[in-house]
Structures are given as structure tokens and as C-alpha cells.
């Protein structure tokens, strides 16, 4: 019996085009450990896990599984999977520290009320006229500063990762993550509404 075609089948069935997903979970957790680390907050280290039961299937059936599973993943096409993502590039790393540095900057505006943060995860003035006229240059050149950080870290790790098309989506899942990690007292806007958190 020849072997040849069958193996010319499996070998061109495994010529498969890879789609890269746009990783959102490891996205999220990228923005919390980031923003976490730019606010200094201790991330959760009690966080426990039930370990999954073991399968009791009897090991014929589990090989057999295996075999199914190994020969479907290789038919099915176009295979997808989800990315790892970078953030640890020099440019990532370099807007990452400016943030972190300019962090204690802005954080009593943000506690005075003067500052918070929009839907779209930038700094904004919330109200110019509440903040001392000796300061308000000071806060503005600030959240300049830091919304213009943002928009080139979320460039960077989109560059860093070979994916300049997941700016927009690095950018709205930090978003998110901003407001999420936001401290108690803080403002932020929902639906153009100054809510305080």
C-alpha cells in the first residue's frame, strides 16, 4: 500500500494560515499592571485559584481524544490564535517611566477634583475656573504632557508587537483600565457626565 498520498494530504493540510486575535484579556492585564505601576498599587497577590478535577477517563479514551483533537486542529483552517504581548520594548519602557515619574505630579490635582479622566482614558481638566490661576498653567502643561505619553505607549506596544493596526484597541482597552483603576475620590466621565468615583 502506498503511504505517499496520505502523507502529501496531511503535509499540505498542515499549511495553514495563522490569524493573530487581537489578545484583549492579555491586554488587560498588561493596562492594570502598567496603570498599577504608574499609580504604585500594590497588585493583588491573594488571589487563589481551585485547582480544575482531574479527568477519569480511561487513558485509551484520553489518547484517543488527543489523536482526534491533533488531527481536527491541523484540518480546520484558517487556524487562530491569541498573541503574547510585548510592552517591555526601550520605547515602551521610556514613555512608561515619564508617566510613572510625572505620577506624583498629577495625583493632588486629581485628589483636589481639578483633573480626571475622559471615556477616551486621557487627562482632562474638569473644571479650569476651580483651579488657582497661579496653578493652572502648571496643570495644563501636565495633562498635555501625560495625554501625549499615552498616545505614543499605546503606539509603542502596538509597534512592539508587529501590530501598528491594535493602536486603536490598545487605546480603548487602557481607556477602560484608566477609569477602572482610578482612585476612590477621583472623576472620570461616562457618557460626557463627570461622575466621581
Same mark, same amino acid.
Request: charged share 25%; proline share 6%.
Given at each position: ?25 492579555? *491586554?488587560?492585564? $498588561?493596562?492594570?499592571?502598567? &496603570? !498599577?505601576?504608574?499609580?504604585? =498599587? #500594590? ?73 480626571? *479622566?475622559?471615556? $477616551?482614558?486621557?487627562?482632562? &481638566? !474638569?473644571?479650569?475656573?476651580? =483651579? #488657582? ?65
Amino acid at each position: 500500500m502506498n503511504k505517499m498520498p496520505l502523507l502529501l494530504f496531511f503535509l499540505l493540510s498542515a499549511c495553514v494560515t495563522i490569524n493573530i486575535n487581537f489578545p484583549a484579556a492579555v *491586554v488587560d492585564k $498588561a493596562a492594570d499592571k502598567i &496603570i !498599577k505601576d504608574i499609580q504604585k =498599587i #500594590p497588585s493583588d497577590t491573594k488571589k487563589t485559584t481551585t485547582p480544575e478535577p482531574e479527568a477519569r477517563l480511561p487513558e485509551w479514551q484520553l489518547t484517543l481524544y488527543r489523536a482526534i483533537d491533533g488531527v481536527l486542529s491541523i484540518l480546520i483552517t484558517p487556524a487562530h490564535a491569541d498573541a503574547d504581548l510585548s510592552v517591555n520594548s526601550p520605547e515602551t519602557r521610556r514613555f512608561h517611566a515619564l508617566m510613572k515619574a510625572r505620577f506624583s505630579r498629577l495625583k493632588p490635582f486629581y485628589d483636589k477634583g481639578y483633573i480626571g *479622566v475622559t471615556s $477616551a482614558g486621557l487627562v482632562k &481638566i !474638569k473644571e479650569a475656573t476651580a =483651579i #488657582p490661576l497661579r496653578l493652572r498653567n502648571k496643570v495644563n502643561k501636565l495633562v498635555s504632557e501625560e495625554n501625549s505619553n499615552r498616545d505614543r505607549l499605546y503606539r509603542a506596544i502596538a509597534n512592539a508587537n508587529g501590530h501598528p493596526e491594535w493602536y486603536g484597541e490598545i487605546k480603548s482597552t487602557f481607556a477602560k483600565r484608566w477609569i477602572s483603576n482610578a482612585q476612590r475620590g477621583w472623576w472620570y466621565q461616562s457618557n460626557n457626565t463627570w461622575k466621581r468615583k
